[in-house]
């Protein structure tokens, strides 16, 4: 079984930059939550996809934007990059249904702000 | 969805039984109580979900009292490895999981 798969690992950027995240969801899942976790906090929910269609969404900007792909991979973009931007971006996969709701999550990606 | 309340932090010793507890006062009745281990610098892992009484698995075990106002997060024999955030998160199933700031747990030789 294919787990979440993250990319880039890590990438540095500076302000008002533009910056795509990719996720390639579990092998079987449809839905995809993107979290932000900057230093010392727990992961904030940006928003969920499911099934291509935006399903949720936290309390963030709208310049924070995503796609989900018919293999149910993802994008999280983010434009006019700000120093606060500087975190953890988790992608986590999930199958939708009501059964345990549990998230498989990618090891992130660490963006930097300069 | 429920506000959860769990300590900043804890500290125990390789081979002791951990206890976590988290406050959810306001818990709805389609609410399950679910935990989440954190890694430095990794996604969190799911560890055990429940919604009454006691669930166990291989990894730990949770009990839930019958008021369902809170709930403990027990780790038998603990080791170095298991020095983590673990977080706390009430919701329904369909719900989209929201975290809080977990409980920092350091496990010491």
């Known amino acids: 079984e294919t787990g979440v798969t993250q990319s880039p690992t890590h990438l540095i950027k500076t302000r008002g930059q533009q910056v795509t995240l990719r996720c390639s969801s579990q092998?079987?899942?449809?839905?995809v939550s993107w979290y932000q976790q900057a230093l010392g906090q727990g992961p904030q929910f940006i928003f969920q996809?499911?099934?291509?269609?935006?399903?949720g969404r936290g309390n963030f900007p709208p310049r924070f934007s995503g796609l989900q792909f018919p293999n149910y991979s993802s994008e999280l973009n983010v434009n006019a990059l700000e120093l606060d931007d500087s975190a953890l971006y988790l992608c986590?996969?999930?199958?939708?249904?009501?059964?345990?709701?549990?998230?498989?999550f990618g090891e992130g990606s660490r963006l930097t702000v300069l | 969805l429920a506000k959860t309340t769990q300590p900043i932090s804890m500290d125990s010793y390789e081979g002791q039984e951990v206890n976590i507890t988290c406050s959810h006062n306001n818990i709805a009745t389609n609410d399950y109580i679910t935990w989440y281990q954190q890694f430095p610098s990794q996604g969190p892992r799911f560890i055990i979900q429940?919604?009454?009484t006691k669930v166990t698995n291989e990894v730990a075990s949770l009990f839930i009292p019958a008021d369902r106002k809170s709930s403990t997060l027990s780790l038998p024999r603990v080791s170095l490895s298991d020095t983590a955030v673990y977080y706390c998160?009430?919701?329904?199933?369909?719900?989209?999981?929201?975290f809080g700031k977990g409980t920092r747990l350091h496990i010491l030789p």
């Open positions: 092998s079987g899942h449809n839905t």
């Open positions: 429940g919604y009454k």
């Open positions: 986590a996969s999930s199958t939708g249904s009501a059964d345990t709701g549990e998230l498989f």
């Open positions: 996809y499911y099934r291509e269609e935006e399903n």
């Open positions: 998160l009430v919701g329904g199933r369909d719900d989209k999981i929201i």
